[in-house]
Nanobody, 115 residues
Framework: QVQLVESGGGLVQAGGSLRLSCAAS????????MGWYRQAPGKERELVAI???????NYADSVKGRFTISRVNANNTVWLQMNSLKPEDTAVYYC?????????WGQGTQVTVSS
């Protein structure tokens, strides 16, 4: 069973930065893709950024130019660098990993951006 553990959330003022980490229990190269999703109160979970093993990353329009997803191979970790944060970025952020027949989620980490 794959485990994903997120960290790095917290409270930050608008315009600030945070970096989220997702540590996987197995090699991140074994997944078809890894990504970050978020869910704000009263809203559906939405894609933030996705990172395939090969090829270009994809970002939600709302975070393009502000967020960057990247991998740290040696530590089986995927980062989400979040800059120029806005109050509307407030949500629980979830790490996601997709295998051929399974999808895994982390427990989530809260990000709160104050105005």
């Amino acid at each position: 069973q794959v485990q994903l553990v997120e960290s790095g959330g917290g409270l930050v003022q608008a315009g600030g930065s945070l970096r989220l980490s997702c540590a996987a229990s197995e090699s991140i190269w074994s997944f078809r893709s890894m990504g970050w999703y978020r869910q704000a109160p009263g809203k559906e979970r939405e894609l933030v950024a996705i990172l395939p093993p090969i090829g270009s990353t994809n970002y939600a329009d709302s975070v393009k130019g502000r967020f960057t997803i990247s991998r740290v191979n040696a530590n089986n970790t995927v980062w989400l660098q979040m800059n120029s944060l806005k109050p509307e970025d407030t949500a629980v952020y979830y790490c996601n990993a997709v295998e051929l027949q399974s999808t895994y989620w982390g427990q989530g980490t809260q990000v709160t951006v104050s105005s």
